[in-house]
């Protein structure tokens, strides 16, 4: 069991090595210099290196201690519904304009929740469009096109 | 040259009729997040941020430091009244705070809370006031080995005082630092760890960062459970305290004050460990500890005075030597640097309008807020009404908006995506996201302190060990590492952290 106990040190060790490693590699690839004179590569490399050090002890010390607990549930469902709206504003926000892009965004959030249903997703995220671009393009005067090209804007 | 006049300054540049409108909007953003729980003053401020661009410096702080100390007040609240700290400082407060509300002395409750607030915060104002000019001014005879020295050391010292595994927080601040060298060499200006994509090349945004860290991941982290909370005291009488309770809580708002204004100077997890100190300080020097737990009303008084006043103190390191305590001051030397400022001791000679109308900002802010708490305390009751479910889809669409509108940069808005993801399965395996923002801040000052030195000492590296300053700022490095890993210290802090779960 001491392997079951010990996988959320051990992953958080994977994640960590993983990142050293790849900053480790691609600095290898810049110029490294010498302490005198850096190179772009000197400083990442080092910390790289670094990362892959923490790495390996935080998971050594999960695998001995073996008390990492539970990584309990994943919302998985929220998780793919919020990045989704997120990714589709930076996405469409240009083409389509705020309020279309907003809408979606918000809509696609909405319906993140817990027991989430249409038409009160629908709701919020009429009222938040709403609120939003009175907040931020009449109230402080950002430069956003309310409906963008794709829609004729 | 007095304080007098650099006061006299302030106030000038506070009592703008702009200033005084932000500051009101800061410290009312500040209660109402403070009171929602679900939503902290971090999010709200790295949220708020980009907003702030366009704004003078000064009110750009002012406003942004409002909703820090003004969520301190607004956490009293939903902890006295639900027994659920909006704020982590607020922990302590819930435990006699919503036992006297349970026996119908919610209105003291509240009232002794805000008035201990109002007074630590009017007293550790001063404190910051009286020891900025002497600490900056030690902090000018710096050269680049010092500073490299110093951020090593407040790095290393922001962890000793946190909760959680001391490998996990410190391998959080290298990935930090790591992910603040994204971006052109400051040096040779060849871009680094870009991928081609010209959209790197400033590198990673901070704001993306912030937001994805501290907005996004948390919604993921609220949603995995219900996030239902019902209110107790619909009503809330008598906001005043009686004789006999101000004769009460005299000495534990003294104390607790004194206690926060030390323990908010230190890096870290500061004003947490100030309240639950003052509420064992108190709990002993009661003639009656077994109340406590039962609704004592020291227990509210202590713990709220010392948070407030670590909130306040909280600034010192930031505003006179450049460095970032923790996730809120990382924000604001984010809104610093991004109005072209760079923190440090400088600021307090460059930029005297702003520091000290920032200063004297702090105590109108907490005046509006003893206004705010007390005779509108009804509204924010209702606030918590605010079914999450309308709040979390709030907080995305400010965040695309926000973000987005800084540089009408698609990428940015995708970065909040990537850091919402990095964020949640960090959280998840155990590690506090604080320490990353921090590192990824500093990464860039880290280095080009780093790089100077070596260049200054032909490559000697010995030079950090043979500069009395620098070598004494990494001798203490070394010592809160060694506090940091030491058992008997670490159980004595998980026992003080266990409570605030």
């Not at chain 1, 997703?121 to 671009?133: D, E, F, H, N």
């Not at chain 2, 003053?41 to 790295?46: E, G, I, K, S």
Request: proline share 5%.
């Amino acid at each position: 069991m001491k392997l079951h106990d010990a996988r959320k040190d051990l992953l958080a060790g994977a994640v960590f090595t993983g990142f050293g490693l790849a900053f480790a590699f691609t600095s290898a690839t810049y110029e490294i210099g010498s302490p005198l004179r850096m190179g772009p590569g000197f400083f990442p490399l080092v910390l790289g290196g670094l990362l892959v050090v923490l790495g390996v002890s935080i998971a050594v010390q999960g695998f001995l201690a073996a008390d990492g607990g539970d990584i309990g549930s994943v919302p998985w469902k929220a998780l793919v519904l919020l990045l989704g709206a997120i990714i589709f504003f930076g996405f469409t926000v240009r083409d389509l304009g705020l309020v279309p892009a907003l809408f979606v965004t918000v809509l696609l959030a909405g319906l993140a929740g817990r027991n989430a249903r249409v038409i009160p997703a629908v709701v919020i995220a009429a009222s938040l469009t709403a609120l939003s671009v009175l907040i931020f393009v009449y109230g402080l005067q950002l430069r956003l096109d309310l409906f963008g090209p794709w829609l004729g804007g | 040259m007095g304080i007098l006049d650099n006061l006299a300054l302030g106030f000038e540049t506070a009592f703008t009729p702009v200033n005084l409108l932000f500051c009101l909007i800061g410290v009312a953003l500040g209660t109402a997040v403070g009171v929602l729980p679900g939503i902290g003053p971090t999010a709200t401020m790295a949220l708020l941020l980009p907003i702030t661009f366009g704004f003078e410096p000064a009110t750009s702080l002012i406003m942004l430091a409002g909703i820090y100390y003004g969520a301190q007040y607004g956490g009293s609240t939903t902890a006295i009244l639900i027994n659920l700290p909006g704020e982590s400082s607020a922990a302590v407060t819930a435990i006699d705070g919503h036992q006297m509300a349970k026996q119908g002395r919610a209105g003291t409750a509240l009232a002794t809370a805000a008035l201990g607030s109002f007074f630590a915060g009017t007293v550790a104002t001063v404190f910051v006031a009286l020891l900025a000019t002497p600490l900056a001014d030690l902090a000018l005879n710096f050269g680049p080995a010092e500073f490299f020295s110093l951020i090593v050391l407040g790095l290393i010292a922001s962890i000793t005082l946190a909760s959680g595994s001391t490998l996990k927080a410190l391998a959080m601040i290298v990935l930090g630092l790591a992910l603040g060298t994204v971006g052109q060499d400051l040096v040779s200006g060849s871009p680094r760890f870009t991928f081609g994509q010209r959209e790197l090349d400033g590198g990673l945004d901070f704001v993306s960062l912030a937001v994805g860290l501290f907005g996004v991941a948390e919604i993921l982290r609220n949603l995995e459970g219900d996030l239902t909370r019902s209110v107790m005291v619909k009503k809330v009488k008598n906001l005043w305290l009686t004789m006999a309770d101000f004769r009460r809580v005299r000495m534990p708002v003294l104390r607790g004050t004194a206690l926060g204004s030390a323990l908010g100077v230190l890096p870290g997890a500061g004003h947490v460990l100030a309240s639950f100190m003052s509420y064992s300080v108190e709990k002993k020097a009661s003639k009656t500890p077994q109340e406590f737990g039962k609704g004592a009303i020291e227990g509210v008084a202590g713990p709220e005075s010392a948070n407030n006043a670590a909130a306040q103190t909280a600034f010192i390191p930031l505003l006179t030597l450049g460095l970032p305590g923790n996730a809120v001051m990382a924000l604001l030397a984010g809104a610093l640097l991004i109005q072209g400022i760079v923190p440090g001791p400088d600021v307090i000679n460059n930029e005297p309008e702003l520091f000290w109308g920032l200063i004297v900002s702090f105590w109108i802010g907490n005046l509006f807020l003893v206004m705010l708490n007390l005779p509108l305390i009804g509204l924010w009751v209702k606030m918590l009404t605010i079914p999450y479910r309308v709040l979390f889809p709030a907080i995305i669409a400010f965040a695309a908006i926000g973000t987005f509108s800084i540089n009408r940069n698609p990428f940015d808005v995708y970065a909040i995506a990537f850091f919402a993801v990095l964020g949640y399965v960090l959280i998840k395996l155990g590690c506090e996201p604080a320490p990353l923002l921090l590192g990824f801040v500093l990464g860039p000052l880290l280095e080009t302190y780093l790089r100077r030195t070596l260049t200054i000492s032909q490559g000697d590296a010995t030079v950090f060990l043979t500069r009395p300053l620098s070598a004494t700022l990494l001798a203490l490095a070394v010592v809160a590492f060694l506090i940091a890993v030491l058992p008997s210290v670490r159980r004595k802090r998980e026992a003080v952290f266990e409570d605030e779960d």
